[in-house]
């Protein structure tokens, strides 16, 4: 085994702002602890809540590192005691709470996964955080069923291009919203039925009329604000709608008398402060299903840039302004 390095190259947040606030700097490895291991990282996924961390929105949840970052792949270069299940050497993509940005990081052995068969590590890298979300909320929460009828809103966001694919691979019919016509082209070739226009369009009406007036079954929703309203409307009778984020405002007025009326289901999550046996959990339904899916190529994530670690600001500006599916950082230059 080769002797680790005292320190690393890290992206740190060096005060709240835009993306010109990631500043490359070095510090010490992170120490390993029970449980964990230390991956040499490879490839590195950035995630929007990264973009909120940034900003000073989104602290990282107690006994996580201050460094951005929420999923990596790479090579195991430690393991932590009682580590049974990986060895150094071994090839892993990890759901992480923090520190991604860096040349090595923490992983709870529970949070990670092997690479599908194939795949190298910028492909490996980009599935942790969209992947354990999207299952979570989707299946596990609002319980989609094959058959049943799905709507994502934001269908060209990482965890859009994620949702389109794996609600379409496990029979259900699948909607998407999105801001222009590329973008909903892309949701389209991504498995999307109807796609909607947001800016042009209203997709309640689209949808509806899509589904013959019956709604929508299950809507992940990273918008919220008059979406709430929008999503009630919208939604099928037992409808189940999950939250995961507030990109168009945390308030709203709804007509509430839909959800009696429905009986919906309105329900959210954050994934990141929960517990690593959750996460394990979530870990060992997606190796079950999902990793056969990615191996076999059937599902797949979209990479829309790989740059190297040291732009890491470059890759929040594109996050910000314009991107289909995921950008992934390398240490060492893309
Ligand atoms: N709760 C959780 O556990 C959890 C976990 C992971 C991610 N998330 C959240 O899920 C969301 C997606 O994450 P991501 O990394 O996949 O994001 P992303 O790739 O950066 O995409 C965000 C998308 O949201 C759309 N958007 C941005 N601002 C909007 C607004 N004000 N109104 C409507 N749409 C807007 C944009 O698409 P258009 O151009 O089409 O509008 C963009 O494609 C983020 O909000 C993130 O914080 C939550």
Same mark, same amino acid.
């Given at each position: 085994m080769t002797a680790l390095p005292s320190d690393m190259l890290v992206i740190e947040i060096s005060r709240p702002g835009g993306p010109e606030v990631l500043q490359p700097t070095r510090r010490p490895l992170p120490a390993l602890s029970d449980g964990e291991v230390l991956i040499a990282v490879e490839a590195a996924g950035v995630n929007r809540p990264d973009a909120l961390q940034r900003q000073g929105g989104y602290p990282p949840p107690p006994g996580a590192s201050d460094i951005p970052g929420l999923e990596v792949a790479g090579r195991v270069a430690a393991i932590g005691a009682g580590v049974r299940q990986l060895a150094v050497g071994d090839r892993v993509t990890a759901l992480v709470a923090g520190g991604g940005y860096a040349e090595y990081c923490m992983a709870p052995a529970g949070s990670c996964l092997p690479w599908p068969e194939g795949y190298d590590a910028v492909r490996a890298a980009a599935l942790p955080e969209t992947f354990f979300t999207v299952w979570s909320n989707v299946f596990d929460r609002a319980r989609l069923q094959a058959g049943e009828s799905f709507l994502v809103h934001g269908g060209t966001s990482g965890i859009g291009t994620t949702a389109i694919q794996l609600a379409r691979a496990f029979g259900a019919r699948v909607f998407a919203t999105a801001g222009s016509a590329e973008k909903c082209a892309a949701c389209r070739q991504l498995g999307a039925e109807v796609a909607v226009n947001y800016r042009e369009e209203d997709f309640v009406t689209v !949808?509806? $009329? $899509?589904? #013959? #007036?019956? #709604? @929508?079954d299950v809507i992940l929703d990273m918008v919220g604000g008059d979406y709430v309203d929008r999503n009630?409307? !919208? $939604? $099928? @009778?037992? #409808?189940?709608i999950v939250q995961i984020a507030f990109l168009g405002g945390a308030k709203a007025t709804a007509n509430f008398g839909r959800l009696m009326q429905k009986r919906l289901v309105h329900t959210g999550s954050t994934l990141r402060p929960r517990e690593a046996a959750f996460k394990a959990a979530i870990a060992a339904s997606l190796h079950d299903k999902v990793w056969p899916l990615l191996s076999a190529g059937s599902v797949a994530p979209v990479i829309d840039r790989v740059l190297p670690l040291d732009r890491a600001a470059e890759a929040h500006a594109a996050l910000e302004t314009d991107h289909i599916g995921k950008i992934v950082l390398v240490p060492g230059g893309a």
């Open positions: !949808l509806k $009329a $899509a589904t #013959g #007036g019956r #709604g @929508v009630y409307e !919208l $939604a $099928a @009778v037992d #409808g189940r």
